[in-house]
């Protein structure tokens, strides 16, 4: 049960998410977190429960920042591990975009194809 990321190129990928999170602070009720490695072929569980219904953003890079899955949802993510809320930055975070994933009502398991 969760949401799932896939890595089905032949580059190790890092991932970062963000997810609903009430009440988190900054005034937004979302937090996103990373960095997920994953090895070619490779798959890493983000978090465990009902996938569905659910809104998610998802940025992924190889380790050499060649390639990417971005989208228009910008946020800061730092080059370190991270759980922050969205609106949270530092001074070594750089602006990424996110792309948006809609899991359906339903749904127990979701994943995310990198390709």
């Given at each position: 049960m969760g949401l799932y990321f896939k890595n089905g190129t032949?580059?190790?990928l890092f991932v970062a998410y963000g997810y609903h999170a009430p009440g988190c602070e900054g005034g937004t009720n979302w937090a996103k977190k990373g960095w997920?490695?994953?090895a070619?072929?490779?798959t890493a569980k983000a978090f465990s429960g009902w996938a569905g219904p659910g809104k998610y953003f998802v940025f992924a890079e190889n380790e050499s920042r060649?390639?990417?899955w971005s989208g228009p949802f910008?946020?800061?993510l730092p080059s370190r591990a991270f759980?922050?809320?969205w609106n949270t930055g530092s001074t070594d975070s750089r602006t990424l975009g996110l792309l948006k994933i809609e899991v359906g009502v339903g749904i127990l398991d979701h994943t995310?194809?990198?390709t």
């Open positions: 032949s580059d190790t997920y490695r994953i070619p072929g490779g060649t390639r990417a910008f946020t800061q759980d922050w809320c995310v194809r990198f």
